[in-house]
């Protein structure tokens, strides 16, 4: 309906048609919503462990998805924060593409999480 014109013009539809056209563009965009898949590392994974979760994540990331990498912590791994951090970046490192850091490294209570997405072939944030 256009307000604006005088007198004012408007069409005459079927409602159940419209209500459909609706529904059916409102599940469209939610099939082409972006998903947050997950990784999660331990403390003490080993490298050739992180080369293969690195491979799983450049998967997801080239299927257009973003990627929660997750460090869980348990008992006394709880006090090494800091090794915890190092280990994120490191995995951050073994990835082969560009990433963008969504979220940088946050604590949780039993560990450390961060958020990255797929960055441009021509620039480089890692």
Known sequence: M???TNP???RIIDFGKFQYQKEKAA???KAHRVEIKGIRLSYNIAAHDLETKA???EKFLTAGDRLRIEIVLRGREKAFG???KEKLEEFKNYLKMPVIIDQPIVKQPRGFY???SK???NHENK
Do not use: Y
């Open 119 to 121: 960055g441009k072939e």
């Open 114 to 116: 961060m958020i990255i």
């Open 27 to 29: 599940r469209s965009q």
């Open 82 to 84: 800091n090794l915890a």
């Open 2 to 4: 256009a307000e604006k």
């Open 55 to 57: 491979k799983r994540a």
């Open 8 to 10: 004012p013009v408007c």
